[in-house]
């Protein structure tokens, strides 16, 4: 069920397969490295800008922006510190893999 794409053409979220009653993962055959569970890490979305398209409350809650990236919009499940209200502008500081970001606000001057 990781990654991939559901009936409505839209890309999965990954989920861990002990969240949902399954057995849960071996031991870390490389401790120390950070595991990539769901999908490789995505470089060319590091330093695009975006826009908050699902409210990201911030912390361990995702949202949802939409980055161009690659001549193209794409949708990434997105994190932040701070809240962020749909139509903010943002700038992403890292790939998390399988489709999801962290990114930071992006304050424009008058």
Same mark, same amino acid.
């Given at each position: 069920?990781?990654?991939?794409?559901?009936?409505?053409? +839209?890309? =999965? +979220?990954?989920?861990?397969?002990?969240? @949902?009653?399954?057995?849960?993962?071996?031991?870390?055959?490389?401790?120390?490295?950070?595991?990539?569970?769901?999908?490789?890490?995505?470089?060319?979305?590091?330093?695009? =800008?975006?826009?908050?398209?699902? +409210?990201?409350?911030?912390?361990?809650?995702?949202?949802?922006?939409?980055?161009?990236?690659?001549?193209?919009?794409? @949708?990434?499940?997105?994190?932040?510190?701070?809240? @962020?209200?749909?139509?903010?502008?943002? @700038?992403?500081?890292?790939?998390?893999?399988?489709?999801?970001?962290?990114?930071?606000?992006?304050?424009?001057?008058?």
């Amino acid at each position: 069920m990781p990654g991939g794409r559901g009936r409505s053409g +839209r890309e =999965r +979220r990954c989920v861990d397969p002990g969240a @949902l009653g399954g057995e849960a993962p071996e031991a870390d055959p490389w401790p120390g490295e950070e595991p990539e569970e769901c999908g490789p890490f995505d470089p060319d979305v590091v330093g695009c =800008r975006g826009v908050v398209t699902i +409210r990201i409350p911030g912390g361990d809650e995702p949202g949802e922006v939409r980055v161009r990236v690659r001549g193209t919009f794409e @949708l990434f499940v997105a994190y932040t510190v701070e809240a @962020l209200n749909v139509g903010n502008r943002v @700038l992403v500081n890292r790939s998390r893999g399988g489709r999801a970001v962290d990114v930071t606000s992006v304050f424009t001057e008058p």
